[in-house]
């Protein structure tokens, strides 16, 4: 049986919780409130849509260098720094009065975004050890598998009955909250005398991740590859992520340890988080169209339409993370991608009637806290203390290109076939969304493989210590 967590620790990571949902909330949250900036603010539709996208590509920019950061000056002093910054960015949010004011503040809160979940990851990682993970993390999983999905219901919601500067200001009581407990309950960190920056290092991969970030989003939108705002930092993007990569395995001290790769259950249950990004995130693109363009709800009916697939995710989760320390990730992981399978594809057969629907969406949302926390839980138990701040920037950069490539592709693909009929084009949307959630299912057995064979060799070291 697994062991008793302390009152302290599930404290810790409740505090740790209120980082998490003011970042994830705000992926999806503000998108619903475009519109009526646009319309506030007297500025055009692509203009507003730097709103989402500067926050996006900000948030990929500080990904890299959180682990850096992290050992430099204490993983909790990183954390309570981006939460604060975070908040005050939120509140400059609510208050701007033009594009470009609003535009620059989401920059900021993107940059702080990007280091709150790794190191809030980081910090319950270091705290209980990797025979206690599971659970620990399945509570940050709820805000960090739930957030994009209720944030449309949120959203919808304040939009009904207040101006949009408030989807900025709810950050304020979350924020001031968080500090309050963060500052009592957060430990501090270890600072470790760590080697300059690499700078280049950072070059390369803070301007390679977010090009591809951004190219692959364009795609989505654009459906060609032929036109200069996709080709360009498509190619600008693969180049600098590639040149990162040749530049880590060549550094003695680069800015991220790619050599964790070398353990074959790290690489396993990092690459399993990739796949199953791309169809957690393609799925959280697909289904607010489903419920706009098929059945023509509005904003507050599709988020309130989705509100069972975040309950289904936030119900499983603590069951998640105790089959996780009770059996290993990898083998819930495992079932939970061939359950997410089973609950995507009536999507692709059948004419489904609401009730139905709901049924499957919660179904769906249980199958992704089996699927999506497990993961990377096995990620990061798989790894020493030392390396957790690399290990959690890892993975999160694996999640974010994942999604971005799944919800890129499942957005071309409705855009080709939605002139043929929006029932058709959903059809073979959910097709290709049933094809993604197979490959990622094929990705966790071998990351139960992987883990199956570390326990093989770990048996015997652990009967020859016993006297």
């Known amino acids: 049986m697994p062991d008793r967590i302390p009152w ?142 209720i944030g449309p219901t949120v959203g919808g919601l304040l939009l009904h009955s207040l101006p949009w500067p408030w989807l900025f200001a709810i950050n304020l009581p979350i924020g001031a909250i968080g500090l309050v407990l963060g500052l009592k309950y957060v430990p501090r960190g270890e600072v470790a005398t760590v080697p300059r920056l690499d700078w280049t290092g950072f070059a390369l991969i803070g301007a390679g991740l977010p090009l591809f970030v951004y190219a692959v989003t364009a795609f989505g939108e654009q459906a060609t590859l032929a036109t200069p705002t996709v080709a360009i930092p498509l190619a600008l993007g693969v180049a600098g992520l590639a040149g990162f990569g040749i530049r880590a395995r060549r550094q003695r001290n680069p800015l991220l340890d790619l050599r964790l790769f070398r353990n074959p259950l790290y690489a396993a249950a990092a690459t399993s988080s990739l796949f199953i990004g791309a169809s957690m995130f393609g799925a959280m693109l697909l289904f607010p169209l489903y419920f706009q363009l098929l059945r023509g709800a509005d904003v507050v009916t599709t988020g309130l339409s989705l509100v069972s697939l ?37 999507f692709a057969l059948l004419d489904a009637g609401t009730v139905l629907v709901q049924v499957l969406l919660f179904l769906r949302g ?53 002139p043929a009929g929006a029932e058709s084009a959903f059809r073979t949307a959910f097709w290709w969304l049933t094809g993604a959630s197979v490959l990622a299912a094929a990705w966790t057995v071998l990351l139960w493989r992987a883990q199956r064979l570390q326990a093989t060799v770990a048996a015997p070291v652990r009967r020859e210590a016993v006297p």
């Open 366 to 418: 249980v199958a992704l806290a089996l699927s999506a926390v497990p993961a990377g839980t096995t990620a990061f138990a798989a790894v020493r203390r030392s390396e957790l701040p690399d290990a959690t920037t890892q993975v999160n950069i694996l999640q974010r290109v994942g999604g971005a490539v799944g919800g890129a592709l499942l957005a071309v693909v409705l855009s080709g076939r939605l």
């Open 310 to 346: 975040g309950v289904g995710t936030m119900v499983a989760l603590p069951f998640a993370g105790w089959l996780t320390d009770r059996f290993g990730g990898g083998v819930v992981a495992l079932g939970g991608t061939i359950f997410t399978v089973v609950t995507t594809l009536p």
């Open 8 to 149: 302290p620790t599930w404290r810790l990571a409740l505090v740790i919780v209120f980082g998490a949902v003011a970042s994830m909330l705000d992926t999806s949250l503000v998108n619903v409130g475009l519109d009526a900036i646009r319309t506030d603010l007297g500025a055009s539709l692509d203009q507003v849509q730097w709103v989402s996208s500067a926050y996006l590509i900000a948030l990929a920019v500080s990904l890299p260098v959180c682990g850096w950061l992290g050992r430099k000056f204490g993983v909790g002093r990183l954390w309570l720094a981006a939460f604060a910054a975070f908040t005050v960015a939120s509140g400059l949010c609510a208050l701007a009065g033009d594009l470009g004011w609003l535009v620059a503040a989401r920059v900021v809160q993107g940059l702080a975004a990007g280091l709150l979940v790794p190191a809030g990851q980081t910090i319950l990682g270091q705290a209980v050890g990797p025979q206690r993970l599971g659970r620990v993390m399945s509570i940050l999983g709820i805000a960090v598998s739930s957030g994009p999905a």
